[in-house]
């Protein structure tokens, strides 16, 4: 006999994170598109706004912390 099995309470993630496989790989293409575009703009801030910190880096940019200071660090390697 098998057990009762309720409904779920949320519905499954599997579309939430197959949604993009139909689509090609568009999906990919345009997250990388908005990695691409979020180290240009961290570059940008980096440029008009010298003074500020990390943390307010990450705040313009809705970025995490370790993710502006892994960002600045190569931006800095790169520019030698």
């Not at 009762?4 to 197959?18: D, E, G, Q």
């Not at 979020?38 to 440029?47: I, V």
Request: proline share 8%; hydrophobic share 40%.
């Amino acid at each position: 006999r098998t057990p009762h099995r309720f409904p779920p309470l949320v519905p499954p993630l599997i579309s939430r994170y197959t949604a993009g496989l139909n689509e090609g790989a568009s999906g990919g293409l345009a997250m990388e598109e908005q990695w691409y575009a979020d180290r240009c703009r961290l570059r940008e801030l980096q440029q008009a706004h010298p003074a500020w910190t990390k943390r307010q880096l990450a705040l313009e940019l809705g970025r995490s912390l370790g993710w502006v200071k892994k960002w600045c660090r190569r931006l800095a390697q790169a520019a030698r």
